[in-house]
């Protein structure tokens, strides 16, 4: 593909309920990342995957957070009891390997209500 | 602890040249990131510095000084798209090589 894509663009639930984020990082691509940013912040990391693993989970807020990678490709963020300050834009870059330039995707922008 | 500090907001004049700073405290340092940021878009690679000295490319230009901490991203002959934000991360060693970041500085850039 062209770039890291990122579905769906905007998300707005009901505090309570569950969401699913969906990546799909650059082709080849080995290492992926989530982050999310608020207003006037910069990325927060969130996880880490290397291949199908995740390498560094240690910027999930809390066990509420899950993420997979399952074939080593297209990953999804899984947020579980959404709560009104998860609120924010969920970020995914792609990397040749950690260490290497990022690629972001646009960001789903989620809303808690 | 961990700490990246940037100015907040900047202002310049188109044409001009403006230099953004950042300085950074960090368990492990393996590197320096800058990113530039359009409202509602995604970052987009600009820079990358891990050995002391300037780096330049095109109308961007980026030094670090790892002994003291500190890097700036230099723009010259400044034009209306560079109105952004611009974010520095630091890849720390002390954690697991992640990348920690700036709160972003947003840059103006006026007539």
């Known amino acids: 593909g062209a770039g890291v894509s990122q579905t769906p663009s905007n998300k707005v639930t009901e505090k309570g309920k569950y969401v699913e984020l969906r990546c799909d990082p650059i082709?080849?691509?080995?290492?992926l990342y989530w982050y999310r940013q608020s207003l006037g912040q910069g990325p927060e990391f969130l996880i880490y995957?290397?291949?199908?693993?995740?390498?560094?989970d240690s910027g999930l807020p809390n066990d509420r957070f899950f993420a997979v990678r399952p074939e080593g490709s297209v990953s999804t963020l899984k947020i579980q009891r959404t709560e009104r300050g998860d609120s924010a834009v969920y970020l995914c870059?792609?990397?040749?390997?950690?260490?290497?330039?990022?690629?972001f995707g646009p960001g789903t922008r989620l809303t808690v209500l | 602890g961990q700490n990246i500090d940037q100015p907040t907001e900047m202002t310049a004049t188109e044409g001009a040249i403006v230099q953004i700073n950042c300085t950074y405290q960090?368990?492990?340092?393996?590197?320096l990131f800058w990113y530039q940021q359009h409202a509602g878009e995604a970052p987009t690679f600009l820079s990358y510095?891990?050995l002391d000295g300037l780096e330049e490319k095109g109308r961007f230009s980026s030094f670090l000084s790892r002994s003291k901490g500190y890097s700036y991203l230099l723009l010259k002959e400044l034009q209306m798209k560079d109105s952004a934000s611009y974010l520095c991360?630091?890849?720390?060693?002390?954690?697991?090589?992640?990348?920690?970041w700036g709160a972003g500085t947003k840059l103006i850039i006026k007539p």
């Open positions: 870059a792609s990397s040749v390997g950690q260490g290497n330039e990022q690629f």
């Open positions: 082709s080849g691509h080995t290492a």
């Open positions: 995957f290397q291949g199908t693993g995740a390498a560094d």
């Open positions: 960090t368990s492990g340092f393996n590197g």
């Open positions: 510095n891990v």
């Open positions: 991360a630091v890849r720390d060693r002390g954690s697991n090589y992640q990348l920690i």
